[in-house]
Every structure is written in C-alpha cells, then in structure tokens.
C-alpha cells in the first residue's frame, strides 16, 4: 500500500510569483486535506477536497486555491506568493472527510 | 472558537526518563483527540488517539486518557529512547461539520539524550 506522497520536497520562490504543489493520496482514500506549517508552529488547515469539490476552509485568503481529480490525488495553488507564505505544506489523505487522516512527508517552500 | 494549548518545550529527559507533555483543549461539542509525532525532515505520523471521553490511546508504549472533566489530553510515557526525539502535536477534530479539520496545538520539541 503505497502511503500518501507530496511533490515537490522543496521548492524556492520570489515574491509575486504563482506555485502549484501536488499530493498523492493514499489507495481508497477519496479526501484530501491540506495544511501550512509556519516554522516552530502547528499546521493551520488551508481546505479540504472530497470528491472532486471543496468541502470546507479555513482562514486563507482566495490566492490559496485547490483542485483535486479523479484518481482523488490533488494540487495546492498559491497566487501573488508572499514572504510569509514561506513554510511547509503537508497534504493529508483519509477514507473519507471526518475519517483519520494520514499526512505526506511535506513540501518546504520558501519565498525569496 | 476551538484551539489546543500544549505545554511549552523544549524539553529535554534522559534515556528511561519518565515523560509528560501537557495538552488542554477548549472545543465546542465532543471533539476527537489525536497526539501526531514528526520526526526531523519528515511529516506527521498519528501516534494515538481517543474520540470519547474516558478513552485512553495508546501506541508503543505512549498512551494519553481523553479527560473531558479537565479539558485534557496529556502523553505520557514511561520510559523514553533516544529515538523518541521529535515534535509532538496534540490535535482535536471537533466535528459538527462535514469536514475533518484538525486543529493542532504549537508543538513540542523532545530531545532525550543517552
């Protein structure tokens, strides 16, 4: 069983600039939850994906946006990146929305 | 609003130390309690967890007892490895959505020396 894996591991940006980060989910998991990891702090949740739709956000502005596809793997977008969007984005599976969740190893991105 | 407040690290036990790190919830409802560890570079792994009051998770030799009458979610664990140095989160899911957000406590960094 192949567990839930995120691309890329790290990633460098400038400020202004737009990035797309992916996640695999794991096998039979249809939900895909992603979160941001500031340094030194817990992760916040950005969204969730179910099925294809957003099923529920939390405190991001618009400029993070989602899409997740058929095969329920999904993508991450960030807009008009920020400095303090540098942190690491962990992309976590379940078997459904309220179900455990099960995280990728992470993707460092760094805003210059 | 919901929020988890963990004890303040970083800290620091020698091998077969005893260990506590503290985490108190404030949640609407009957949240899902969950301890997740992340080991350098890596991302989180769930270590255990309790959904109802009185249940007591546990996972190699960690266990943590979800005490709705304290609001508490403390980890404990007898005897401490080298190998248990890591972050440790304290989370709930507090339910009441169609959606499985889980809010995350700031972490606390565990160095255990030999």
């Known amino acids: 069983e192949t567990g839930v894996t995120q691309s890329p591991t790290h990633l460098i940006k400038t400020r202004g600039q737009q990035v797309t980060l992916r996640c695999s989910s794991q096998s039979g998991h249809n939900t895909v939850s992603w979160y941001q990891q500031a340094l030194g702090q817990g992760p916040q949740f950005i969204f969730q994906y179910y099925r294809e739709e957003e099923n529920g956000r939390g405190n991001f502005p618009p400029r993070f946006s989602g899409l997740q596809f058929p095969n329920y793997s999904s993508e991450l977008n960030v807009n008009a990146l920020e400095l303090d969007d540098s942190a690491l984005y962990l992309c976590?599976?379940?078997?459904?929305?309220?179900?455990?969740?099960?995280f990728g190893p992470g993707t460092r991105l760094t805003v210059t | 609003g919901n929020s988890v407040t963990q004890m303040e690290g970083p800290v620091t036990l020698s091998e077969e130390a005893f260990l506590t790190i503290n985490c108190t919830y404030t949640a609407t409802g009957y949240p899902s309690l969950f301890w997740y560890v992340q080991y350098p570079g890596e991302g989180l792994q769930l270590l255990l967890k309790?959904?109802?009051?009185?249940d007591k998770g546990s996972n190699k030799g960690f266990e943590a007892t979800y005490r709705k009458e304290t609001t508490s979610f403390h980890l404990e664990k007898g005897s401490v490895q080298v190998s248990d140095s890591a972050v440790y989160f304290c989370a709930l899911n507090a339910g009441g959505t169609s959606y499985g957000k889980l809010t995350f406590g700031q972490g606390t960094i565990l160095t255990v020396h030999p």
């Open positions: 976590a599976s379940s078997l459904a929305p309220v179900y455990e969740q099960y």
């Open positions: 309790a959904t109802k009051a009185d």
